[in-house]
């Protein structure tokens, strides 16, 4: 069965750094476009980045909310099956429960979520 796994949140101060991970399993990886998106307190959940298949290598194959341009970088290594989110420079507004999000089949699959807490 499709399963995604995330780990990487915490604690982190303003201005810091934090790198989330997604294990994939029960699927071809490759062959499918995954995402991150988010949910804060009270708040809708949001996309917060995509990319595409291994097929797709063009410049075209990121995606980014507004709010997370040029702080965030989504990539993926096909080989562990794995996706990443690197957000740098965070900001108390990032913090959420952040959730790694694939469409396989047809059907969407989350995973558990990971906190992600910015504070000093």
């Known amino acids: 069965q499709v399963q995604l796994v995330e780990s990487g949140g915490g604690l982190v101060q303003p201005g810091g750094s934090l790198r989330l991970s997604c294990t994939a399993s029960g699927f071809a990886f490759r062959n499918y476009a995954m995402s991150w998106y988010r949910q804060a307190p009270e708040k809708e959940r949001e996309l917060v980045a995509s990319?595409?298949?291994?097929?797709?290598?063009?410049?075209?194959?990121?995606h980014y909310a507004d709010s997370v341009k040029g702080r965030f970088t989504i990539s993926r290594d096909n080989a562990k099956n794995t996706v990443y989110l690197q957000m740098n420079s965070l900001k108390s507004e990032d913090t959420a429960v952040y959730y790694c999000n694939g469409v396989i089949a047809g059907y969407n699959y989350w995973g558990q979520g990971t906190q992600v807490t910015v504070s000093s």
């Open positions: 990319i595409a298949s291994a097929f797709i290598t063009s410049a075209t194959s990121t």
